[in-house]
């Protein structure tokens, strides 16, 4: 049976009743929010089809597809039974590498400029382009409401302590 009260361990709980159940019947006994049960089934698809193939015989298309779904080279590697390595570089093969986003920090109200900036294989070019040299500083972790402050703080210290003179700093 699943569960009927929702919290973080229960989700590999959840992806076993996918076939036994609806997600509008897991919604209905967990009140978990439906866009996260849909995107949660979607993975469960991927790492499904992820299953029915071998290093030989994956193609480019469904390493996107795994990539845009959020599913590591670990996972890959995991589920058609190979080493992480080996899946990244037949990814890189493919030239399946993620794009440079910037996070827009003003809401499209104003011209932004900003240096927030994550990668995603949901890209089709880099929003910025990388000709100089230089230090970037890389976050860590997810990026959510309420950490601006602390991840503000931790970034400028960060690109100051950084500094050198004659290097940019992204």
């Not at 973080?8 to 159940?21: D, F, L, P």
């Not at 991927?46 to 469904?62: A, G, K, P």
């Not at 240096?115 to 382009?129: C, F, Q």
Request: hydrophobic share 35%.
């Amino acid at each position: 049976p699943i569960p009927c009260v929702p919290w973080q361990s229960q989700t590999s709980g959840h992806a076993k009743q996918w076939y036994q159940r609806r997600v509008h019947g897991i919604h209905d006994l967990t009140k978990i929010d439906m866009w996260f049960l849909c995107k949660l089934k979607n993975i469960i698809v991927m790492e499904n089809e992820l299953r029915q193939v071998n290093f030989n015989t994956i193609t480019s298309n469904l390493i996107l597809g795994a990539k845009q779904s959020g599913i590591s080279d670990k996972q890959i590697g995991s589920l058609i039974k190979e080493q992480e390595l080996t899946v990244r570089r037949k990814r890189q093969e493919f030239g399946i590498r993620p794009f440079v986003k910037q996070i827009d920090t003003l809401a499209a109200e104003f011209p932004a400029q900003t240096n927030y900036l994550y990668m995603t294989y949901n890209g089709a070019a880099h929003d910025l382009e990388f000709d100089e040299r230089g230090t970037m500083v890389l976050g860590c972790g997810a990026y959510r409401t309420g950490s601006s402050c602390e991840f503000d703080w931790c970034a400028v210290s960060a690109t100051r302590t950084c500094a050198r003179p004659g290097t940019s700093r992204l």
